[in-house]
């Protein structure tokens, strides 16, 4: 079979694409597809969803069966996306999947960031008590390194910060 | 600019060379992605879903506090030919993915291209910065300010443990993904490139061919971006790959000044080589292209070819690509016609610089 790019060269590389159950079929010399090289469907997807799903195969939760105790798949009740669902596609439905597939996520987390929790940016609106929270972890930071280098003044300062903020969360 | 423009025009901001340290670093792009509360992510999302979320994003761009800073023009993937999504890709203003498999995808660009929000990629909303030479805290601080009035406006998918939801479980937290493309060709040649590539893995980075994921490193191009985007703050995550990537433009310039030392002859005589293969070939394939103009790049910054603009080189890189070839021809070319076009392209590019001077 000759190549569907040129025409020329003889076919070497063979691809399936499946979207939405349509099934397309691409015959290419290595050639043409060094020409298309990323820009050619299917490549540029493949190395992270495989990788994804090779993680999660081997998740050891699965192992011990704690799945099947309660025999009822664990499952996004918004969107319906199943836990093995997901493992198969490394992709989620929507953002309730996060809290449907709960704590089941952590190992993977922990495998792709080595990390569970997030650290960064916190949405204006969301803000509220978040945002207070966030902000006296980083006063009670500081005031422990005032204490260290015996800034008193400046740790009392802080101090009365932390207790007004606190005063603040309680009342929202 | 019209949507003809942004098709035609090979020049987009990131192109003009004129960033800090310029000379290693071509560009500087920050992604940050983002989703809506209560709607599906793109992945399951149907075509009205798809259209509603277009329908919002663009609402906000819109926005008096949007069109402030930046005038967005709104392209929808379903309205352009594959021949004019490919020409945005290899622009770099869109994904491939975008271009190929979205469903109800679109973008909306600022005009001189340093901005790009793509919309039902595979998240609802990637804001990209797109500046020239190495600059990750200016594109941070445009792509944070893009992002507070999104979310002024919109219900950000958003929970205090994970941070900012995403399609893939390697995008959640801060959602950001920054990347310097790096033009490494004396770390090639004195191949301490897979040595320093091993390094980069162990410390939460990784590097990319210049299309992305999967692609290949043609040219000597490295994409240096973070990994993880759980756990760290943008500044930790901005501040790692910052530093990392000072270093890899240090030991870049360490290996092209022993180059120039110890082997400047062969250096030189490589360089020429390249340099008159581009001047006078009648038909190039694209990886050598690729090829060639790094090492004329190499030259320039080198001071061995004084004529030539490095801007030059940095709109063939596009201009070369198969998308825009056959953009500029108007038509399907296979790939022998290609070679012959793009041959003739660089030997006019290159002719006209020289005759300049």
Redesign the interface.
């Given at each position: 079979m000759n190549c569907e790019?040129?025409?020329k060269r003889p076919a070497t590389l063979h691809l399936t694409k499946i979207?939405n159950g349509e099934k397309t079929e691409y015959h290419i010399c290595e050639?043409?597809a060094?020409?298309?090289?990323?820009?050619f469907?299917g490549?540029?997807?493949?190395?992270?969803n495989n990788l994804?799903s090779g993680l999660l195969k081997f998740d050891p939760m699965q192992k011990n069966g704690r799945e099947t105790a309660t025999n009822k798949p664990l499952q996004c009740e918004t969107?319906g996306?199943t836990y093995s669902q997901f493992s198969k596609?490394?992709?989620?439905?929507?953002?309730d999947c996060?809290?449907f597939l709960g704590d089941r996520?952590d190992p993977?987390?922990r495998r792709?960031?080595?990390?569970?929790?997030?650290?960064?940016?916190?949405?204006?609106?969301?803000g509220g008590k978040?945002k207070i929270r966030k902000e006296l972890e980083q006063l009670k930071q500081a005031l422990q390194s005032h204490v260290a280098s015996e800034e008193f003044e400046k740790a009392a300062e802080m101090r009365d910060r932390i207790r007004a903020l606190e005063q603040k969360m309680a009342q929202s | 600019m019209s949507q003809k423009q942004f098709m035609q025009n090979p020049w987009s901001n990131w192109m003009k060379g004129e960033g800090p340290d310029s000379d290693i670093v071509i560009s500087t792009r920050l992604r940050i992605a983002r989703n809506l509360r209560q709607h599906p992510f793109p992945l399951l999302a149907t075509d009205s879903q798809g259209e509603e979320v277009v329908r919002k994003v663009t609402e906000v761009s819109d926005s008096e506090a949007m069109r402030k800073r930046h005038q967005l023009q709104v392209i929808h993937m379903d309205q352009i030919n594959p021949l004019e999504k490919r020409v945005l890709v290899e622009k770099h203003l869109i994904s491939p993915h975008l271009a190929e498999e979205s469903r109800k995808g679109a973008v909306l660009l600022r005009e001189d291209e340093s901005v790009s929000i793509m919309v039902n990629e595979e998240d609802h909303i990637r804001i990209q910065v797109l500046l020239p030479g190495f600059r990750l805290n200016e594109a941070w601080e445009i792509g944070t300010k893009i992002d507070d009035i999104f979310e002024k406006n919109l219900n950000y998918a958003f929970d205090e443990t994970r941070g900012y939801l995403t399609s893939c479980p390697t995008n959640v937290g801060t959602g950001i993904r920054a990347s310097v493309m790096l033009h490494l060709p004396a770390l090639v040649m004195t191949q301490q490139i897979s040595r320093i590539l091993q390094a980069i893995n162990q410390v939460g980075l990784v590097v990319r061919g210049i299309y992305g994921e999967g692609s290949e490193a043609l040219g000597n191009l490295f994409q240096l971006s973070n990994q993880v985007t759980l756990g760290m703050s943008e500044s930790d995550i901005l501040s790692n790959l910052y530093g990392v990537a000072r270093q890899i433009i240090e030991q870049e310039r360490v290996a092209r000044t022993y180059l120039l030392e110890h082997t400047r002859v062969s250096l030189e005589d490589r360089i020429f080589r390249s340099y008159g293969i581009l001047m006078y070939a009648r038909t190039v394939e694209s990886k050598e292209a690729a090829q060639r103009l790094s090492d004329v790049r190499l030259g320039i910054d080198l001071g061995i070819i004084p004529d030539v603009s490095p801007l030059v080189l940095n709109e063939l890189l596009v201009t070369t690509q198969p998308g825009f070839l056959q953009h500029h021809a108007g038509q399907k070319l296979t790939p022998d016609q290609r070679d012959e076009r793009r041959a003739r392209l660089i030997r006019e590019r290159l002719r006209v610089v020289e005759s300049q001077e």
């Open positions: 790019e040129c025409g979207v050639q043409c060094h020409e298309k090289g990323d820009v469907t490549f540029h997807n493949f190395s992270i994804l969107c996306l596609s490394g992709r989620f439905g929507c953002s996060y809290t996520l993977l987390f792709i960031h080595g990390n569970t929790q997030h650290s960064g940016k916190v949405p204006e609106r969301m978040l | -």
